[in-house]
């Protein structure tokens, strides 16, 4: 019995003394694990480094592999499409550079266009009738259609005034009207010639076709010699043209030569020059017409002496103002029918 319970002893203290060495060795792994379960929890890793929203999406790195290749690939996109947004980004400047040069060349071109358009405008304005060029101001034809109306509403009134001072003119009514009208007759006359010869000269100095030509360059020229006269009027001298009108009065009415001494009555002759020179150079020319025998209501208008049953026309006191040689009549004629 004895030895039986010296057995169990001796068991015993074999199992306390494992039991201690187990218990010596078993701190160093609760150590690790302790340590490995504060390295893995969630609780305090998220207190401590807090995680942006891109790492929160990334996959927990294994244990034992750096976690560099996912933080590459959530921060820096891939080269190969950065690369493609760059070339496109270039071919697109490329396209704009293009546009914005084509823009540029469409300006241009729609800028000289105008200047086209606005030249061959200005052409036709200055070319044709039917339209005035504003600018000319008091020689446009409107305007000098008015001033060869007052020139026999005021200005031959004044002469007549003038011609009545003159003791040896004042009986003779009939004498002074035809006096006044032979001026604006004259006058038309004289510059009318005048034009011609300079158109001549105008041909034979630039060898231009003096018939109706169909050249274009001839057709130019004597579109632009038009203008010219027609905006030159006012640096035109027309004292050769005045002193010829005077010659051709004093050479006719010889028995009267206190009318070279009537101021009134060269002052009329000054104005009707001017006014049939601004007409004569207008394209068509404006002239005169006083030698129809008919009454017509859109040419003529009766003298308040007239018959106003007759069309026969026994006289004229003022020319009518014709638009070309037989074109629309622009003045009426002051006629006397019986």
């Known amino acids: 019995m004895f030895s039986e319970i010296s057995k169990r002893f001796k068991k015993f203290v074999a199992s306390n003394s494992s039991s201690k060495s187990s218990s010596r060795s078993t701190p160093v792994a609760t150590t690790g ?35 560099t290749e996912y933080t590459n690939m959530a921060v820096v996109p891939d080269t190969r499409e950065v690369q493609v947004l760059r070339t496109d980004v270039q071919e697109l400047r490329k396209d704009l550079n293009r546009s914005q040069e084509m ?12 200047d086209r358009l606005s030249e061959q405008a200005q052409k036709q304005l200055e070319q044709s009738s039917k339209f005035e060029n504003l ?53 038309f006359r004289s510059v009318y010639q005048a034009f011609q010869d300079l158109r001549s000269k105008i041909h034979h100095l630039l060898y231009l076709p003096t018939a109706r030509s169909h050249d274009p360059v001839a057709k130019d020229m004597e579109a632009a010699v038009a203008v010219y006269l027609r ?17 051709q009065l004093w050479a006719t009415l010889y028995d009267y030569p206190s009318l070279q001494g009537c101021e009134g009555l060269k002052a009329y002759i000054s104005d009707c020059v001017s006014v049939a020179w601004r007409l004569s150079v207008q394209n068509p020319p404006i002239t005169i017409e006083y030698e ?11 003298f308040h002496t007239s018959d106003p049953d007759s069309v026969d026309i026994q006289g004229y006191l003022w020319p009518a103002l014709v638009q070309g040689d037989h074109g629309e009549c622009l003045h009426r004629g002051v006629v006397i029918t019986g």
């Not at 480094?49 to 996959?59: E, F, G, N, V």
């Not at 003159?166 to 004259?186: A, H, N, R, T, Y």
């Open 103 to 114: 823009i540029l060349r469409l300006q241009e071109r729609e800028k000289m266009l105008q």
């Open 33 to 67: 694990l302790r340590s490995l379960a504060v390295r893995s929890s969630p609780a305090r890793s998220r207190s401590k480094t807090p995680q942006s929203p891109a790492q929160r999406h990334l996959p927990s790195p294994t244990h034992g592999t750096a976690p």
């Open 292 to 302: 129809s025998l008919t009454f017509e209501n859109n040419r003529h208008t009766r």
């Open 231 to 247: 905006k030159s009027v006012d640096r035109y001298d027309l004292t050769p043209h005045i002193e010829e009108v005077c010659r």
């Open 135 to 187: 600018s000319m101001g008091a020689n446009r034809p409107t305007e000098l259609i008015r001033r060869y109306g007052n020139l026999y509403s005021q200005s031959r009134v004044d002469a007549l005034d003038a011609l009545d001072a003159i003791p040896e003119m004042s009986k003779f009514d009939e004498l002074k009207g035809k006096l006044l009208f032979s001026v604006v007759v004259l006058s």
